[in-house]
């Protein structure tokens, strides 16, 4: 017998792309954002961030791009197991920590709900569900969401699928069956647009399968760019792609939502992590980048249940601008601030105390002389 140590450069995580990290964190502000502004606003055209529904649509490209980018080549020798283990890591932390708070929230509410309503069966099993991702809408006060104590998981239910079909099937396949593929999901995008009028669902059960439309293609497409090298060289930095990336988000609300909204996601998203990965970063800004980064995902996953609370308030006591461009701002500072502990208390010490036992059990592992 002999020890067969997983290589090292199968433990090491590879470098990011800084920019593209910090257009992650631009996205989730605008999302944390778009929240807000949808109780405010209830007719979308005078939402003047109503596309911002659309950052899911850029996480999930650039997911695509950089789980090809960082376990392509890396599979093969980690397993699939231990794939799914190390995203699991990653991921599920913020999943739990987003349903505890999501759940406290709903029992808490100082502004309102309905608790009477629900039995105590039916909250702990909706909770359960929560914690391990299984859809299951069927309580009112939270829209019918798929996870109603914390709405944005619907996302990462579908970011879990892609990356089971991405170890099982996508990281075998050939490039050209890829943009096959990419192609297939591109008419399922469009259909949907065309049949909702909007890119919107995918959040509630009645509007479940959209969301697996929305992140077939956008998957498939950030993955196709890292397969195929589609990386642009230019000189727009940070600040710029940035600016770019919040038009998306920013652009009229129209009747022809059906057509602008597939367009972004078609062309426009894939172009700026082309755009971002083959940008050159300016000196200053990279601390900026790394935090934006770092925070994207539990500012994304810890913020709605402050945002049921807000609406519940919003309702009840209907203030006026003057109060709201006051609540709000100082709101989101909250918000990410909260966003930060959690991830410096509790999201890091967990992932890093679980990658550390990950990693001395892969050099533990032992196989037979052949």
């Not at 079909?165 to 990281?171: K, N, P």
């Not at 950030?222 to 990386?231: M, P, W």
């Not at 057509?259 to 998203?269: A, D, G, R, S, W």
């Amino acid at each position: 017998m002999e020890t067969n140590k997983i290589p090292s450069s199968v433990l090491q995580t590879k470098q990011h792309f800084e920019i593209l990290d910090g257009l992650r964190g631009v996205a989730a502000f605008a999302v944390v954002i778009f929240h807000f502004m949808e109780w405010i606003f209830t007719d979308p055209s005078k939402n003047f961030i109503g596309h911002g529904f659309l950052a899911v649509d850029f996480f999930f490209c650039l997911s695509g791009f950089v789980i090809g980018y960082a376990y392509d080549d890396r599979i093969p020798k980690m397993g699939i197991w231990n794939f799914f283990v190390a995203r699991i890591i990653r991921l599920h932390p913020l999943v739990i920590a987003g349903s505890i708070l999501g759940l406290l929230a709903f029992l808490f509410d100082p502004f309102g709900g309905h608790l009477e309503l629900y039995s105590a069966g039916k909250i702990v099993l909706t909770f359960i569900c929560s914690l391990f991702l299984i859809p299951f809408p069927v309580i009112a006060d939270r829209g019918f969401n798929l996870f109603s104590f914390n709405a944005p998981a619907w996302s990462l239910f579908w970011e879990y699928i892609a990356n089971i079909v991405y170890a099982i099937v996508l990281y075998r396949i050939r490039k050209n069956l890829l943009f096959v593929l990419t192609i297939i999901a591109a008419f399922a995008i469009c259909f949907v647009a065309y049949n909702s009028g909007n890119l919107l669902g995918g959040w509630s059960g009645p509007t479940f399968w959209d969301g697996c439309a929305r992140i077939s293609y956008s998957f498939l497409a950030g993955l196709l760019i890292y397969r195929f090298n589609l990386v642009i060289k230019s000189k727009l930095g940070f600040v710029s792609l940035s600016g770019l990336l919040l038009l998306a988000f920013v652009m009229p609300f129209s009747e022809w939502n059906w057509l602008t909204e597939p367009l972004v996601v078609l062309f426009y998203f894939p172009l700026l992590i082309s755009l971002g990965a083959g940008a050159v970063l300016k000196p200053g800004l990279e601390k900026v980048c790394v935090f934006s980064g770092n925070i994207s995902y539990p500012l994304y996953m810890t913020h709605y249940a402050v945002l049921w609370m807000f609406g519940n308030y919003y309702t009840n006591y209907k203030p006026d601008t003057a109060q709201l461009a006051f609540i709000v701002p100082i709101a989101v500072i909250l918000l990410v601030g909260f966003a930060y502990l959690v991830m410096k208390v509790y999201d890091i010490p967990l992932r890093n105390y679980l990658n550390t036992k990950r990693k001395e059990k892969f050099s533990k592992q032992k196989t037979p002389l052949s």
